[in-house]
């Protein structure tokens, strides 16, 4: 099992390009998220998806947007990127409802804006 | 809204010595989960030790135990014969037992260097 799997592992774009960030899990979780990671801040949660079919904003979700393609796959995508952007960004997956609650998390895009 | 918070932003400790990591979080439920995890310079995120609020012993994992105190809302991780490859990143984390979405609360971590 490959686990969590993100693409790219390092980004870098200049403002107002686009990007999506590519997520899949094979544990057959049926929950997925996406967090930012900032210094100083610990991670922040922008967008997640409890079940295939729906996402839900998180904590910080503007300038993004999210999609749950099937129960594996949840890309985040940034339509104008901007310096304030520049984070390391984290997707996880769990079986929300069950009592394996733990989230599992992929090894992280670094996204540069300049 | 839940918050936790991590009041070291840094600590070092020797090589086989005992360490403790604080952390205190917010919250009006009465059923929760929280969770320490470590990252590496590798920046993987990786869990190290859970608690279930319904639960009053103590987690523990190997090197790594907890002490969760309910009533002071405060969730201790201590780690025992420190080793080098404990170097890393701590968070502690918050989910609610009843909200929908297994949402994770984290804060803002604590770097832990060993040291030989």
């Known amino acids: 099992n490959a686990g969590v799997t993100q693409t790219p592992k390092f980004q870098v774009l200049k403002t107002g390009q686009s990007m999506t960030l590519q997520c899949a899990q094979d544990?057959?979780?049926?929950?997925m998220y996406w967090y930012r990671q900032d210094p100083g801040m610990g991670l922040r949660l922008i967008y997640y998806?409890?079940?295939?079919?729906?996402?839900d904003k998180g904590e910080v979700p503007n300038g993004y947007n999210v999609s749950r393609l099937n129960k594996r796959e949840f890309s985040l995508r940034l339509e104008s990127a901007a310096p304030s952007q520049t984070s390391v960004y984290f997707c996880?997956?769990?079986?929300?409802?069950?009592?394996?609650?733990?989230?599992?998390f992929g090894p992280g895009t670094r996204l540069t804006v300049t | 809204a839940q918050t936790v918070t991590q009041s070291q932003p840094e600590m070092s400790v020797q090589e086989a010595e005992t360490v403790t990591l604080s952390c205190t979080y917010d919250?009006?439920?009465?059923?929760?989960?929280l969770f320490w995890y470590k990252q590496p310079p590798s920046r993987q995120m990786i869990l190290v030790i859970r608690?279930?609020?319904?639960?009053?012993q103590n987690a523990t994992e190997n090197r790594f135990s907890v002490n969760f105190q309910k009533a002071a809302k405060s969730f201790s991780l201590k780690i025992s014969d420190s080793q080098l490859g404990d170097t890393a990143m701590y968070f502690c984390?918050?989910?609610?037992?009843?909200?929908?979405?297994?949402?994770?609360?984290f804060g803002a971590g604590t770097i832990l260097r060993v040291k030989s």
């Open positions: 998806s409890a079940s295939e079919g729906t996402t």
């Open positions: 544990m057959n979780h049926n929950s």
């Open positions: 608690q279930e609020a319904y639960k009053q």
């Open positions: 984390a918050f989910m609610g037992a009843m909200e929908y979405g297994n949402k994770l609360v």
């Open positions: 996880a997956s769990s079986l929300y409802g069950t009592e394996a609650y733990e989230q599992y």
């Open positions: 919250t009006s439920e009465n059923n929760y989960y």
